[in-house]
């Protein structure tokens, strides 16, 4: 259940990133609260990647701090991580979905091997035990578990995106990155998905920044969207406030540019 | 020595020059220094092509003195072109002294295999490796295995293993079986058996990796705690062998299938020729064997 | 008695910007106050403000100055200024709303959408749909139907199954946005009846009904919005 009075779970502060005179993204500033999903929207090229990669560490800023609490609640700047503690936070206590599985997922691995991956890494060394909780991972992301031992590259667009979401659930993060989830599946597909990342989320109480172009993911997924436009975010609030009564005139354009989002 | 001296002026002692030693040696020390580490090194064209060998062969070169005896074995026996060919070098370049002799040998260079005798602290083990990264085939760039071996984040390698036990019940791999040196680094042991990765554990004798082509360089310093990586549900096993081996009849030793005629007639002996021929000498007779007396006359 | 909810001054206006930048007021000075177990609805012609109001107070349009206090029985909440986090925490367990048109995602039974309401405001999942399955059978809904998405539902369906997910959680505060335009008589019975026994529990209604007949039945008072009429069509 989510719980929004209790102390952020990640806080960007005056983020700023540039490439050369460029500006990737500019002070950026909020608070997620744990079991908060926040959604970045805006055009290709108006930073909501660079800002993706800057929460998540994988990119370092010119300017600010991304301050996250740890699961022994003790609030650390990413920055102030080792590599070795910034990719272990990333392998438990994070998720990544990309728009493209091939990123995410392991294409010469099996199904199986894929979830396991994460279990393995923190060191399960128990083979029944990591396939029991890969084949519960796979009914419960409805995936067939007689498909455990296949790769993804026998798989569906819609069923490597599900794929994906188990490798990633699977040693309970609290907090998952998003990028374009969605984007180039069939729209019915993405509806089932989008379906299942709904009740994911609200279930397991994930946080998640969702980085989206499509307004109508935002909606159906985020409680608070953050619009961007040329590395700045131009509006922020809560979601359906933002597409019902957009104030500004980018976000105004943004939304009556969508056919009933 | 005095052989070099006298018939092969203008080869340096054990062909490399010193200076090429010297940085072998360092990378050698530090290898040691960090058990299972794979150190770069500027490998250097050797007088056979890759995957003959050159890795170790630049190794034993590095370590070897004139008053060593040099043993090399391919595939356990002493008798092979690829043996005899680098035997044959070292005589010529370093005129030590040779053998076939486990026991008697100072420095053993070997591709895919370890003796069956167990080494001594006087002796060290010089492997052939083609192929020294064990990450490679999950995680083809180089950089990110790096890291990984870095930050010890081996979970990839038990994704490997478990893909194995998916497929066909059980760890199929036999040779180039993953361990874990001195709770660290995991390693490849160059593609042994795994019959023989119980060996390198707590080992006497000072095991050395040359891998040529990759200009790569490792180490299991004496005594050293190397564990083959498994699952507690799945625990390593080395091979075993149905029977015992058709000359010599041991039946703790790892067998060699050799075609006898082309009506699918077969016969299993030790790979390790040495071997098979000390017991045959002590008077072990295998259901194909003669006597070793008989035979020689 | 303190009010559930206490709206003072409140102003709202569009501002076009992909329209020449047309300002656009809505209403002004927007005052009153809805007390427990109170059903007030706001009257006035189409185009008068009532659905922007109830918009305003429920957090999805922003008000441009004034006030809208929320109490949630601990404590008092401005919706105008409060953070999302805030609002998101009122609409979870103390205020509701229920739209004129259902908008779900597709796929989700109908069962599901209601219960998924009950979870949100705090109902544990087997009482959850325990109480999705009365509110759907109050509301004539065929049993046959509760398994299925309500894609293919007709409007009155479709409506009913908004209506129950709406009245799922235990909210002390319930916006109403012309609920029953789709319902034939006897379901809009069914709707009245629910907001009397709901009522009757100190549940307070904001709402907005065309069907002269339904606002008389359950209003305790009309609030005429004209009376909060600006001047209108300023250009910028």
């Known amino acids: 259940m989510t719980n929004l009075s209790a102390s952020p779970l990640l806080v960007a502060e005056g983020l700023s990133k540039f490439y050369g005179l460029r500006i990737g993204c500019r002070n950026v500033s909020f608070a997620l609260e744990p079991g908060e999903v926040l959604a970045i929207v805006g055009e290709s090229g108006s930073g909501k990647t660079t800002l993706l990669n800057l929460l998540s560490g994988q990119l370092a800023p010119d300017a600010g701090a991304v301050r996250y609490r740890m699961r022994d609640g003790e609030t650390k700047n990413l920055l102030d991580l080792t590599e070795a503690e910034r990719r272990f936070l990333a392998r438990t206590d994070w998720g990544f979905v990309h728009q493209d599985a091939r990123n995410g997922l392991r294409m010469g691995v099996s199904a199986g091997g894929n979830i396991g991956e994460r279990l393995m890494g923190v060191g399960d060394r128990h083979y029944g035990r990591i396939r029991e909780t890969a084949q519960g991972w796979l009914s419960r992301v409805e995936i067939d578990i007689s498909r455990i031992d296949d790769k993804p590259t026998q798989f569906s667009g819609g069923m490597r995106q599900r794929l994906q979401i188990a490798r990633n659930l699977v040693t309970h993060p609290r907090l998952v990155f998003m990028d374009e989830p969605t984007g180039g599946l069939d729209v019915s597909v993405q509806a089932r998905l989008l379906d299942l990342i709904r009740g994911l989320v609200a279930d397991l109480g994930l946080a998640v920044v969702l980085v989206t172009h499509d307004l109508s993911v935002a909606r159906l997924l985020s409680h608070r969207i953050l619009v961007m436009k040329d590395g700045h975010v131009i509006e922020a609030g809560l979601t359906d406030r933002v597409l019902d009564d957009p104030q500004e005139a980018y976000t105004q354009l943004l939304v009556s540019s969508v056919l009933a989002a | ?202 080992s006497a004798a000072l095991q050395l990796f040359g891998a040529g082509r990759e200009k790569r360089i490792y180490a299991i310093p004496p005594h050293t705690k190397v564990v083959s990586l498994d699952f507690e549900d799945h625990p390593f096993e080395a091979t075993k062998f149905d029977q015992p081996c058709a000359l010599c009849g041991a039946t703790d030793s790892y067998l060699d299938e050799v075609i006898t005629d082309d009506r699918g007639g077969r016969m299993f002996v030790c790979s390790d020729t040495h071997h098979c021929e000390t017991r045959r000498a002590e008077g072990h007779v295998g259901t194909l064997g003669t006597p070793v007396t008989e035979a020689a006359e | 008695m303190n009010p559930v909810l206490q709206v003072s001054g409140l102003a709202k206006a569009f501002h076009l910007h992909l329209h020449g ?64 986090g805030a609002i998101i925490a009122l609409r979870r367990h103390m205020m509701g709303y229920v739209s004129q048109f259902l908008r779900v995602i597709p796929r989700v039974p109908a069962l599901e959408i209601v219960a998924e309401a009950a979870r949100a405001a705090g109902f544990p999942p087997d009482e959850a749909r325990e109480r999705a399955g009365r509110l759907l059978a109050h509301l004539n809904l065929p049993e046959r139907l509760w398994n299925l998405p309500p894609a293919t539902f007709s409007g009155g369906e479709q409506q009913r199954v908004n209506i129950a997910r709406g009245f799922a959680g235990n909210h002390r505060f319930l916006i109403l946005d012309e609920p029953t335009a789709s319902l034939d008589a006897k379901n809009r019975e069914a709707v ?45």
């Open chain 2, 1 to 202: 020595m005095s052989r070099t001296a006298e018939n092969y002026r203008g080869y340096n002692f054990a062909y490399l020059d010193e200076q090429t030693k010297r940085m072998i040696r360092r990378a050698i020390l530090k290898a040691i220094a960090i058990p299972g580490y794979q150190v770069p090194f500027a490998s250097r064209e050797m007088p056979m092509p890759y995957g003959w060998g050159t890795g170790g062969v630049q190794v034993t070169a590095a370590i070897l003195g004139p008053t060593d005896v040099l043993k090399v074995i391919d595939q356990g026996a002493d008798d092979t072109t690829n043996a005899v060919s680098i035997r044959q070098f070292f005589e010529k370049t370093a005129g030590v002294e040779t053998t076939t002799e486990t026991e008697k040998a100072t420095v053993i260079q070997t591709r895919h295999r370890i003796p069956e005798a167990k080494l001594q602290a006087h002796q060290v083990l010089v492997y052939q490796v083609p192929i020294p990264e064990p990450l490679r085939f999950l995680e083809p760039r180089e950089t990110e295995t790096r890291t990984l071996h870095a930050l010890a984040e081996y979970g990839l390698m038990h994704v490997r293993l478990y893909e194995d036990i998916a497929q066909h019940g059980h760890i199929a791999k036999t040779y180039a079986y993953p361990v874990l040196v001195a709770d660290r680094y995991v390693m490849d042991p160059s593609p042994i058996p795994k019959f023989d990765n119980p060996k390198m554990h707590e």
């Open chain 3, 21 to 84: 930048g047309k300002h656009l007021p809505v209403v002004e000075g927007v005052d009153f106050i809805v007390l427990p177990g109170e059903c007030v609805v706001l009257g006035g012609p189409s185009g008068a403000g009532k659905s922007s109001i109830l918009k305003a107070i429920y957090g999805n349009y922003l008000a441009n100055s004034g006030a809208i206090i929320l109490d949630d029985g601990e404590k008092r909440v401005d919706v105008v200024t409060a953070s999302p």
């Open chain 3, 192 to 236: 009245i009846a629910l907001i009397a026994e709901r009522k009757a529990q100190g549940t307070a209604f904001l709402g907005i009904f065309h069907d002269q007949d339904v606002r008389e039945r359950v209003a305790d008072r009309i609030l005429d919005v004209t009376r909060f009429s600006p001047m209108r069509e300023i250009a910028a």
